[in-house]
């Protein structure tokens, strides 16, 4: 599957059902789903996984699932995302083979260059923000960072971390495909409409490059 522009990944938050959030960010206009659940087992991942991909594939969405190999090969899913300290992306990437979507975290310009030479789809690159959602041991990286990577690597870069309507113009402008929330539609009172507020945002965004 195809990323198109721009990207809204909705992230899912350990704090309720996964594929509750999943669906109201779909309704919303979510391009793409990450399952996240660092304490789930694997069989209620694969359960989750299972339902969360039908829904995306109702909308034309993506589903990738966090970390999991094992389960996004299970559940056929569009691919994972991964961290620094998770499988390696080259071993990855052999067994989920050339199609699947890769995602990598990363938060500096060497991380990306590798991430990008060892065969990823899209990285996701923060935190840019301040960010409650996630314990974070370093500052921000701000949006120049985007502007720094974008000019060096060709995959799309998805924008993470604090991200919301009031700053994620300058993500866009700085060059993002796209972000990456948890919080921002996870935790809102209205998630549908907190999925699609942030869309419409990104596409006024890029209309006015």
């Known amino acids: ?3 198109t522009s721009p990207l809204l990944c909705c992230i899912t938050a350990e704090n309720s059902c996964p594929v509750e959030q999943a669906e109201k960010a779909l309704e919303g206009g979510a391009t793409m789903i990450q399952l ?34 094992d389960i996004a090969l299970a559940a056929d899913t569009d691919g994972v995302h991964l961290g620094q300290e ?17 995602g990598a975290t990363v938060s500096t310009a060497d991380e990306a260059k590798i991430a990008q030479r060892e065969g990823c789809s ?10 409650n959602s996630k314990k974070k041991d ?9 502007r720094e990577i ?5 995959v799309p ?22 972000v990456a929330v948890i919080s921002a539609v996870s935790q809102a009172a209205d998630p549908v409409k907190a999925a699609a507020e942030l869309l419409k945002t990104m596409q006024s965004c890029r209309q006015s490059l």
């Open 36 to 69: 996240r659940h660092k304490s789930a087992s694997g069989s209620q991942l694969f359960i989750w996984t299972q339902k969360i991909h039908a829904l995306c594939r109702h909308h034309q969405a993506v589903c990738i699932v966090n970390d999991r190999v």
């Open 86 to 102: 998770d499988l390696p992306l080259t071993e990855a990437r052999k067994l989920l083979g050339k199609d699947k979507i890769i």
């Open 150 to 154: 974008t000019a060096i690597i060709s």
């Open 157 to 178: 870069v998805l924008a993470i971390g604090g991200i919301d309507t009031s700053n994620v113009c300058d993500a866009i402008r700085a060059g993002a495909n796209g």
């Open 122 to 131: 899209y990285i996701g690159l923060g935190h840019i923000f301040p960010t």
């Open 1 to 3: 599957m195809l990323l």
């Open 138 to 146: 370093s500052e921000p990286v701000g949006p120049g960072r985007i």
